[in-house]
């Protein structure tokens, strides 16, 4: 099997587990989103990935960077209310970087790309209580496992997890600014975010799948950083 089918392989095999995923999670993902928003979410994003995963199937022969495309256009169209254009949205801006192949280069690229286009669309940055608060420690430690601590990219995207899990768990006690949630003002808190449930979720998903595809070395380390935005400019 060449590189690019082994990616290709590859990145249908995740968009399949995260589809799997959501559907499983649907239930508690609405839970969440019934305390403080549409009561939504948990359907849309779990639709929203059962459509991807149909269109990857179908994009024969597609480039690593044209089945995120996809992805993204797929969300876009199929997903209401928020969460379609951050996640579609970002998915598509991001792809790009995948031109050249899937690659540590190329992922952490992919990641501050998508991070990027979730802040300009959704206008939040980290204690917001929004997805931002687990995609930007995922980031910044991923990035920072690959650039300055030289780990293998299965090992950085354990901590990558590991890091938007405690992103998650920040969302808990804080106050919401950002989306629906803020109109509830200091009830929002002690309300877990749908979005970064749904963004860790997927992270899951994508790690189980490298484990499947990557010949590395990494295993989820409890200690690494302990705050949200832990990993950036260290």
């Known amino acids: 099997m060449t590189d690019v089918a082994r990616e290709r392989e590859a990145i249908v095999a995740a968009v399949d ?47 690593a960077e044209d089945l995120v495309k996809t992805v993204g256009m797929t969300l876009v169209s199929e997903v209401g209310g928020a969460a379609g254009p951050l996640y579609g949205g970002s998915f598509m801006h991001a792809s790009g970087e995948l031109e050249e192949g899937v690659t540590a280069a190329s992922t952490v690229a992919f990641g501050e790309a998508f991070l990027e286009k979730v802040r300009d669309r959704g206008g939040a940055e980290v204690g917001a209580k929004t ?23 299965l090992a950085a995207l354990a901590k990558a997890v590991d890091a938007a899990e405690r992103g998650v768990d920040f969302t808990l006690p804080i106050r919401a600014t950002k989306g629906r949630a803020s109109y509830l003002g200091w009830r929002s808190v002690g309300h877990q975010d749908p979005g970064a449930t749904s963004t860790l979720f997927i992270l899951e998903e994508i790690h189980a799948t490298a484990e499947e595809y990557l010949n590395g070395e990494g295993e989820r ?10 990993g950036e400019g260290e």
């Open 17 to 63: 587990r995260i589809a799997d995923r959501l559907a499983d999670e649907k239930a508690y993902l609405t839970e969440l989103d019934s305390a403080i928003g549409d009561a939504d979410h948990g359907t849309n994003v779990s639709r929203g990935f059962g459509a991807a995963r149909e269109a990857v199937v179908e994009a024969d022969d597609a480039s």
């Open 221 to 230: 380390d409890a200690s690494s950083p302990s705050t949200p935005d832990d």
């Open 131 to 153: 997805m931002v608060d687990a995609i930007t420690p995922a980031v910044h430690t991923y990035k920072k496992s690959i650039e300055q601590d030289d780990l293998p990219p």
